[in-house]
């Protein structure tokens, strides 16, 4: 099964990369951007018998730092 999992900030936290992108691209010419927020996109291949709590934790433990990022879970 493949998965793709997306890390993403959380709303309030700062985001010193998204700002550094939306400063380059109105350096670049780039109007009309409003804000940009970065995060990470992982892409796994797993095991059909691998369920719903084992990729949690894997996000929880590894991919994601909760604390101060969501992330949600997309099946191809």
């Keep these: 099964m ?9 709303p309030g936290v700062l985001d010193p990369q998204g700002r550094a992108i939306h400063k380059a691209l109105g350096g670049l010419g780039f109007a009309g951007v409003g804000d940009v927020r970065a995060g990470r996109v992982f892409e796994l291949d797993v095991a059909d018998d691998v369920d ?3 990729i949690d934790a894997m996000c929880r433990q ?7 990022e969501n992330y949600r879970v997309e099946r191809a």
Excluded: F, H, P, W
Aim: proline content about 0%.
């Design 62 to 68: 590894l991919l994601a730092n909760t604390v101060i």
């Design 52 to 54: 719903d709590s084992q």
């Design 2 to 10: 493949k998965l793709r999992i997306i890390v993403s900030l959380k």
